[in-house]
């Protein structure tokens, strides 16, 4: 089919969908002009002060649960203006080393203030930033690192994700090669467009000739798991742009794709430029409709080429590919260990966040005095805890509602019936008798039926419509 085709044949299915009648339901924040992405429950940006003595205080006598990993390198070769994320560019060999050598003694602490010898974990990803801006002998080191506090052992993935001029020539190679024979399975690289003048316009060093070398890189390195991500709504980018980015994708060969809408609002620890460019020049950004299409486009081109939607806008053609930290945390509520400036971490009931902060010597002193860079967090309530435990599977895959009350002990339907029904009206949310999920309208809109089902105090929109007694508190 011909460009213009598959934006025919998806205005036909986005009509089924009937995103006018979303849109006067007052569900959507601003008409669909805005939105927040589900991620966590609490949201992490709405966290208050704590230091890393909560995380810790009773440890052992807290209930255990099956835990995953995450690290976080800050470095990058530029700084993209729809980043949220404190990230250092262009830095010196020696700033690295410095973060390096940190970054391994608050893996030390974490081991040492939960009494193991190493942290076993049953996935790991390491983000950033750019983590493969490391030299390859930075890369060893760190990888050597990971393997001396992690227990790897029935570890079923070992993720990085990656930019793709850092992983061009012999370095690059080298790189891979070494990822490969630490045991990483999964490369996750930031691709985000094919248009070369998006991506200068983005702040992105990379071309599209540069993406394809790079993934040829990863194939001669025998990392077979692939996967990218792609951003769609940016500036500049007609619904013609964005379709043919997406037959490029799924041309190429690799496992899958995440599909990300523009963040505008800060959605991290640093508010992007992008902000300042929908200031200055609002009419560059497509409207509202058009970014509908964008979305459903996404999914009708991955379909169409055997890529299914395993998670919310993750698309795969093999489960096993999509990332298992996101499945793990997202899906089976397990506990996260973060190290690095602004890692997560939830351990046991409590949430916590490191200090994001561009000087990295405040994430330095607090590992010299012994602490675990944590400088934000919340103990969750037994209210937390519930709408956690629902809101995450049902935005990524769906809600058992025996593992719901065997994990919480009580049911769906005491906690939640109201809001359900609700969504039902709406074709929005259905359920059975085992488990609760979105439907295709439901899935589409996510993150605005989601946060149908956060506390009042944490609606990113207040505004928006709500079902009747939405304002109670679970007891």
């Known amino acids: 089919m011909q460009i213009k085709d598959w934006i025919a044949k998806a205005s036909v299915g986005l009509a089924t969908l009937d995103p006018e009648g979303m849109k006067k339901s007052g569900i ?122 992690f227990d790897l052992s029935n570890c079923s993935q070992f993720s990085i994700e990656a930019e793709p001029t850092t992983l061009l020539g012999e370095e690059g190679l080298r790189k891979l090669q070494l990822m490969k024979d630490y045991g990483v399975h999964r490369i996750s690289m930031g691709v985000q467009s094919f248009d070369d003048p998006v991506l200068a316009y983005m702040g992105r060093v990379h071309s599209r000739a540069d993406t394809i070398e790079a993934i040829a890189q990863i ?28 037959l490029t994708a799924v041309g190429l060969g690799i496992d899958g794709f995440q599909l990300y809408r523009l963040r505008v609002q800060k959605h991290g620890d640093r508010q ?60 089976g509520l397990t506990d996260v260990v973060g190290v690095g400036v602004s890692s997560w971490s939830n351990l046991r009931g409590v949430f916590t966040l490191n200090v994001g902060d561009h000087n990295l010597e405040n994430y330095y002193d607090l590992v010299r005095a012994g602490k675990v860079a944590v400088n934000r967090g919340k103990v969750r309530t037994r209210d937390d805890e519930l709408r956690r435990s629902f809101v995450l599977p049902l935005k990524n ?57 956060f506390d009042p105090n944490y609606l990113p929109f207040p505004e928006v419509a709500r079902p009747p007694q939405a304002q109670r508190v679970i007891a």
């Open 397 to 453: 895959t769906q809600v058992d509602k025996a593992f719901f009350e065997a994990r919480t002990g009580a049911k769906v339907s005491d906690c939640f019936q109201n809001e359900i029904d609700w969504l039902k009206s709406f074709d929005l949310i259905a359920e059975d008798d085992r488990n609760v999920w979105l439907t295709a309208r439901g899935r589409f809109f996510a993150d605005e039926v989601c946060t149908q089902f």
């Open 219 to 246: 194939r001669r390195a025998g990392i077979s798991n692939i996967m990218i991500d792609l951003i769609y709504a940016y500036p500049n980018q007609t619904v013609e742009m964005w379709t043919e980015n997406m």
């Open 28 to 149: 959507l924040p601003h008409g669909g002009s805005d939105f927040f992405p589900v991620i966590g429950y609490p949201p992490l940006t709405m966290f208050g002060p704590m230091d890393d003595g909560p995380l810790f205080a009773d440890f052992a006598r807290r209930p255990a649960l099956p835990t995953v990993g995450y690290i976080h390198i800050p470095f990058c070769p530029s700084r993209c203006t729809f980043c949220h994320w404190i990230t250092k560019t262009k830095s010196r060999s020696e700033e690295v080393d410095d973060y390096l050598n940190y970054l391994d003694q608050e893996m030390m602490l974490y081991k040492r203030k939960m009494g193991v010898d190493k942290i076993a974990v049953q996935s790991v990803l390491v983000g950033g930033g750019t983590p493969t801006y490391l030299s390859a002998q930075q890369t060893e080191r760190f990888l050597q690192s990971v393997h001396r506090h």
């Open 272 to 331: 992007g430029k992008i902000i300042k460019v929908r200031d200055r020049k609002p009419e560059r950004f497509p409207e509202v409709d058009e970014i509908l299409l964008m979305k459903y486009l996404g999914t009708l081109i991955a379909q169409d080429h055997g890529f299914q939607q395993f998670q919310t806008r993750i698309y795969t053609k093999h489960e096993k590919d999509i990332s298992h930290y996101l499945r793990d945390w997202c899906c």
